[in-house]
């Protein structure tokens, strides 16, 4: 097995981290408390990891987190990531989410439908509850039926999943519409 390196980087939400091999980038971890808490989780997911200084490719995509995070309009839909130990299914639904623009949300509903089977949305919802990518598999632009948040596994759940929609002004489908805080003055 090829070696992971990981590197825990600052953000507008906190610290992240990001793990990569040859193929690109392994995982991505959004904030977990405290930095310290962050690398130990790092390297129980991927055991012998070791932490370093991201190569080129990987350092652009911390600095595209970075800027996203920090409410920049960045499209991460193509970073490299290695879906060698995704189930089929899941690979399937974050292909489709990494596709959603910052700013725009889809429903589980709908990216079922776009698997070909709107009854999937369950399992839509579980598959990203287990996402590995995030947020470069933005799940936080996946909302329940109805512009309701549903989940978000990530620390602080729906408030860091909202955090994050509002850093991003994002709008529920027409991009004419009101966002999801316009209205909070």
Request: glycine content about 12%.
């Amino acid at each position: 097995m090829a070696a992971i390196g990981f590197a825990v980087f600052d953000t507008a939400i906190g610290a992240c981290a990001v793990a990569w091999g040859e193929r690109g980038i392994v995982s991505m971890q959004l904030p977990e408390g405290d930095p310290a808490s962050l690398r130990e989780r790092m390297r129980r997911r991927h055991g012998d990891a070791m932490e370093s200084a991201p190569p080129p490719p990987v350092q652009r995509v911390i600095d595209g987190v970075v800027a996203l995070l920090d409410g920049q309009a960045v499209d991460l839909s193509a970073v490299p990531l290695d879906m060698a130990q995704v189930p089929e299914f899941n690979r399937r639904v974050y292909e489709i989410a990494q596709r959603i623009p910052p700013g725009r949300t889809l429903t589980y509903g709908e990216i079922a439908a776009q698997l070909g089977d709107p009854g999937l949305a369950r399992a839509v919802g579980q598959a990203l509850g287990r996402n590995p990518f995030a947020p470069v598999v933005p799940c936080h632009r996946v909302l329940a039926a109805g512009g309701r948040p549903g989940g978000f596994s990530a620390r602080g759940g729906v408030t860091t999943k909202l955090r994050m929609l509002e850093i991003e002004k994002a709008r529920i489908g027409d991009a004419a519409a009101p966002g999801l805080f316009d209205d909070l003055g």
